[in-house]
């Protein structure tokens, strides 16, 4: 600990008094063994003790320590009502209240999660022996007055050890965090300067070890998903760190990196203010003990970040093929699903290529819908990822279980694929696809340099799906009653593409296309990245209007909407495709650079 200018290790006193009780413990279980009258009676009137009963009682009571750990997260200090109101009584308030008022009064007003650890106890006694101890314990000095306490009771020793072990049990039980993990990282990095993402990334690779070692405590949110690290979605907590480290002035962002003040990493804080003035630091100094978790860390750190990149690419790789792969087997009907090469996700990886496309199929396809140009942009030099939106590509039972954050959940899987594999991305999607590409581009501004919709249902000419939302709350009603007939759970599709998309067409997913879409809706006007609209002049499905109520919502001004003659919905398919296709590259090809 540094304080007052100088470093010492923890206070003593809690060890030094559990010594002290449990010796005049010893003492009195022997003025009580040995019928030492005088002795027993002055130690009931010293330690207000009212019956002879109760002596022998507190005699056979052993003495303990129960190390507790408190950890709290968030830890903010901030202007907050609590020290404002302070301030209107007293105007200038001690530097240490002013601390706790700011700490304290930001989780007061702001919230905090509090987790409380009890460990073993620890028992004094085990600390109090040899033949010294033995022979006081045996005397008849009482051991009462000051000036005994002060020359035979220091336990100086005993009491650093016994301090050593309750903080080594102390500190065993934080409750890691996400807070610990980036203050770990920021502070430890041996390089003053690091990429935003490179950082984002060893933060996800080293909470996926640490969910794997046998940690006392860890926060819950520690165990939920942890991609969003990855996609470029806002992440809540990372940003509130970083805001943190910001204001401390411990860090400043530039051009996608954080670069570190060494000289405020370096500076030493007073421990009644590092809180407030370095909460890196402390967040940084509570899992130090933590040996496994520590090294889970440094080896995260210690990696390359080329191979840092590979791994998080390969293990997206999998869990996505191996997500297909589960559900194919799951929903499997033969005769009705397609096989398995037309429904899995597909990567198409250019060596030393830059630049890279996210490309995302239509509702009821999979896949193969969008390969012919995914295989198109590769051969022009790009990297493409086909995303297989969950819920496709095996039967129509999977996509009536599934809701439209399923499937932008799963763009966000390739999404992770290609930002560990190139430095420039842009997303096109062709019908639904189309809408998850929009809502990427619009959550994202700063992972895409463009997006590309095709044809996407801002307005369907199908009065079916207009009715979707009525006849899932019919079925629901049915549902509760326990009544079999009358639901109308599928319709009848006649696709374009028979050997690609489904035959029978959920309600219930119709109902979740209507619903994401009109949520894409209230949200164009937030979309400022390039955006090419691509809209077939006489397209069946979607009503053509909906490239230019596309193109008039979007905020931003870098804009082009492409009318194409074309009287078939799928028109990245089959006939008239190759225009699109070219119309495609030449857009990326004027943002990629």
Same mark, same amino acid.
């Given at each position: 600990?540094?304080?007052?200018?100088?470093?010492?290790?923890?206070?003593?006193?809690?060890?030094?008094?559990?010594?002290?009780?449990?010796?005049?413990?010893?003492?009195?279980?022997?003025?009580?063994?040995?019928?030492?009258?005088?002795?027993?009676?002055?130690?009931?009137?010293?330690?207000?003790?009212?019956?002879?009963?109760?002596?022998?009682?507190?005699?056979?009571?052993?003495?303990?320590?129960?190390?507790?750990?408190?950890?709290?997260?968030?830890?903010?200090?901030?202007?907050?009502?609590?020290?404002?109101?302070?301030?209107?009584?007293?105007?200038?308030?001690?530097?240490?209240?002013?601390?706790?008022?700011?700490?304290?009064?930001?989780?007061?007003?702001?919230?905090?999660?509090?987790?409380?650890?009890?460990?073993?106890?620890?028992?004094?006694?085990?600390?109090?022996?040899?033949?010294?101890?033995?022979?006081?314990?045996?005397?008849?000095?009482?051991?009462?007055?000051?000036?005994?306490?002060?020359?035979?009771?220091?336990?100086?020793?005993?009491?650093?050890?016994?301090?050593?072990?309750?903080?080594?049990?102390?500190?065993?039980?934080?409750?890691?965090?996400? !807070?610990?993990?980036?203050? /770990? *990282?920021?502070?430890?990095?041996?390089?003053?300067? %690091? +990429?935003?993402?490179? =950082?984002?990334? #060893?933060?996800?690779?080293?909470?996926?070890?640490?969910?794997?070692?046998?940690?006392?405590?860890?926060?819950?949110?520690?165990?939920?998903?942890?991609?969003?690290?990855?996609?470029?979605?806002?992440?809540?907590?990372?940003?509130?760190?970083?805001?943190?480290?910001?204001?401390?002035?411990?860090?400043?962002?530039?051009?996608?990196?954080?670069?570190?003040?060494?000289?405020?990493?370096?500076?030493?804080?007073?421990?009644?203010?590092?809180?407030?003035?370095?909460?890196?630091?402390?967040?940084?100094?509570?899992?130090?003990?933590?040996?496994?978790?520590?090294?889970?860390?440094?080896?995260?750190?210690?990696?390359?970040?080329?191979?840092?990149?590979?791994?998080?690419?390969?293990?997206?790789?999998?869990?996505?093929?191996?997500?297909?792969?589960? !559900?194919?087997?799951?929903? /499997? *009907?033969?005769?009705?699903?397609?096989?398995?090469? %037309? +429904?899995?996700?597909? =990567?198409?990886? #250019?060596?030393?290529?830059?630049?890279?496309?996210?490309?995302?199929?239509?509702?009821?396809?999979?896949?193969?819908?969008?390969?012919?140009?995914?295989?198109?942009?590769?051969?022009?030099?790009?990297?493409?990822?086909?995303?297989?939106?969950?819920?496709?590509?095996?039967?129509?039972?999977?996509?009536?279980?599934?809701?439209?954050?399923?499937?932008?959940?799963?763009?966000?899987?390739?999404?992770?694929?290609?930002?560990?594999?190139?430095?420039?991305?842009?997303?096109?999607?062709?019908?639904?696809?189309?809408?998850?590409?929009?809502?990427?581009?619009?959550?994202?501004?700063?992972?895409?340099?463009?997006?590309?919709?095709?044809?996407?249902?801002?307005?369907?000419?199908?009065?079916?799906?207009?009715?979707?939302?009525?006849?899932?709350?019919?079925?629901?009603?049915?549902?509760? *009653?326990?009544?079999?007939?009358?639901?109308?759970?599928?319709?009848?599709?006649?696709?374009?593409? #028979?050997?690609?998309?489904?035959?029978?067409?959920?309600?219930?997913?119709?109902?979740?296309?209507?619903?994401?879409?009109?949520?894409?809706?209230?949200?164009?006007?937030?979309?400022?990245?390039?955006?090419?609209?691509?809209?077939?002049?006489?397209?069946?499905?979607?009503?053509?209007?909906?490239?230019?109520?596309?193109?008039?919502?979007?905020?931003?001004?870098?804009?082009?909407?492409?009318?194409?003659?074309?009287?078939?919905?799928?028109?990245?398919?089959?006939?008239?495709?190759?225009?699109?296709?070219?119309?495609?590259?030449?857009?990326?090809?004027?943002?990629?650079?």
């Amino acid at each position: 600990i540094y304080n007052a200018g100088i470093r010492r290790p923890p206070h003593t006193g809690a060890g030094l008094l559990a010594l002290r009780a449990e010796f005049y413990r010893a003492k009195l279980r022997q003025f009580l063994e040995t019928d030492y009258a005088e002795g027993v009676d002055e130690y009931m009137a010293y330690f207000g003790i009212a019956t002879r009963e109760k002596a022998v009682e507190s005699a056979q009571i052993e003495s303990v320590i129960i190390p507790v750990n408190i950890t709290y997260f968030p830890i903010r200090a901030r202007n907050n009502i609590v020290n404002r109101l302070a301030h209107l009584f007293v105007e200038k308030l001690p530097d240490r209240i002013e601390e706790e008022l700011e700490v304290e009064g930001t989780m007061l007003s702001e919230g905090v999660d509090i987790d409380i650890n009890f460990g073993p106890p620890i028992a004094p006694s085990a600390y109090l022996s040899g033949k010294v101890h033995e022979l006081r314990v045996r005397d008849r000095a009482l051991y009462l007055s000051m000036e005994e306490t002060k020359r035979a009771l220091q336990f100086g020793r005993e009491a650093l050890a016994l301090m050593q072990r309750y903080m080594e049990s102390i500190y065993g039980m934080t409750t890691v965090n996400h !807070d610990h993990v980036f203050a /770990y *990282l920021l502070e430890k990095y041996r390089k003053r300067r %690091i +990429g935003v993402q490179d =950082f984002r990334n #060893r933060a996800f690779l080293a909470i996926d070890r640490i969910q794997g070692l046998p940690v006392q405590s860890s926060h819950t949110s520690l165990f939920l998903k942890q991609r969003y690290l990855l996609t470029g979605d806002r992440h809540g907590r990372f940003e509130s760190f970083m805001d943190v480290a910001k204001s401390d002035g411990l860090v400043v962002e530039d051009g996608g990196a954080i670069i570190k003040n060494r000289e405020r990493f370096s500076r030493p804080h007073e421990f009644h203010d590092i809180r407030r003035d370095n909460v890196v630091e402390v967040l940084k100094n509570e899992i130090e003990p933590l040996k496994n978790v520590a090294s889970a860390i440094d080896s995260v750190m210690r990696l390359p970040s080329c191979l840092v990149r590979r791994k998080i690419r390969k293990q997206f790789l999998d869990l996505d093929r191996g997500v297909f792969e589960s !559900d194919y087997e799951k929903y /499997y *009907l033969d005769g009705e699903s397609k096989p398995s090469n %037309i +429904g899995r996700p597909f =990567f198409l990886k #250019r060596f030393f290529g830059c630049r890279g496309i996210l490309l995302i199929h239509g509702y009821m396809a999979a896949p193969e819908e969008v390969r012919a140009l995914g295989e198109y942009l590769y051969r022009a030099g790009y990297t493409v990822y086909g995303v297989r939106l969950r819920g496709h590509g095996t039967a129509p039972e999977d996509l009536a279980s599934r809701n439209w954050e399923e499937w932008y959940e799963s763009a966000n899987r390739g999404l992770i694929v290609l930002k560990n594999t190139v430095r420039k991305i842009a997303v096109a999607g062709f019908s639904t696809g189309a809408g998850v590409a929009l809502y990427q581009a619009i959550n994202k501004p700063d992972t895409f340099r463009g997006v590309i919709s095709i044809n996407a249902p801002l307005k369907v000419n199908n009065i079916g799906s207009r009715l979707a939302s009525t006849v899932v709350l019919w079925n629901s009603f049915l549902g509760r *009653l326990r009544v079999g007939r009358g639901k109308m759970e599928y319709v009848k599709n006649e696709p374009e593409n #028979r050997h690609i998309n489904y035959f029978r067409n959920p309600i219930s997913g119709v109902a979740q296309l209507e619903k994401f879409m009109d949520v894409v809706e209230k949200r164009l006007k937030d979309l400022y990245v390039p955006a090419l609209i691509v809209q077939g002049s006489q397209d069946p499905v979607v009503n053509p209007v909906s490239g230019l109520e596309i193109f008039d919502l979007i905020g931003g001004t870098d804009k082009e909407l492409c009318r194409l003659y074309a009287e078939r919905h799928g028109i990245v398919n089959g006939e008239g495709s190759g225009r699109v296709f070219r119309r495609v590259e030449r857009f990326l090809d004027e943002i990629m650079g």
